[in-house]
Structures are given as structure tokens and as C-alpha cells.
């Protein structure tokens, strides 16, 4: 899975063999695949975007902010699947 994201105008390239990736903070009891420390408007844990049926999904952990897919919250929604150019925050 290969996921380009950025903070604070830096661009990075998330890039691993996996079929799934939790995004967020880590915490005490729980890690995550791609932190996004030092971010804090990012939960502990944020979003799970994994593949399915050769498909791309993603769904909010119960985030606190929740999460945008261009300009819908999807927070509370269930999955939904991601296409090319998704811009996600």
C-alpha cells in the first residue's frame, strides 16, 4: 500500500506490503502503521484504510475530529471507498 500524505508542507510517502494500515497517534496500549505524530488533531487511532475485492476503503476509527474526504465527514458513516485523488483530512 503506498500513501502520500504531508504536515506541514512536507510530503511524505507512507509504502509498505500490507493489506491494511491503521492511521493515527500512537498511545500507551495501542500502535498504529503510519504515525502522524506530531499532528494532534489526529486521534489515537484515526482511520483504518485497508483493500478489499481490489478495492480501496477507508473508515473512521470513532475519531474525535472525525474524518474528510474532500469535504464530507465520514465520521460515524461506516466504510467508504477511496479513489485515485481522494484528498483525505
Not at 15 to 20: D, G, I, K, L, N
Not at 47 to 61: F, M, N
Not at 69 to 84: A, F, S, T, V, Y
Amino acid at each position: 500500500m503506498r500513501i502520500h500524505y504531508s504536515y506541514q508542507g512536507t510530503e511524505q510517502i507512507f509504502e509498505r506490503v500490507t493489506t491494511q494500515v491503521i492511521v493515527g497517534r500512537p498511545g500507551q496500549a495501542m500502535s498504529v502503521d503510519l504515525d502522524l505524530r506530531p499532528d494532534h488533531a489526529v486521534s489515537r487511532p484515526h482511520v483504518r484504510i485497508w483493500v478489499e475485492g481490489g478495492k480501496y476503503w477507508i473508515e473512521d476509527l470513532n475519531s474525535l475530529r472525525g474524518t474528510l474526504i474532500g469535504e464530507e465527514n465520514i465520521k460515524g458513516k461506516g466504510q467508504r471507498q477511496l479513489h485515485p485523488g481522494d484528498m483525505v483530512r
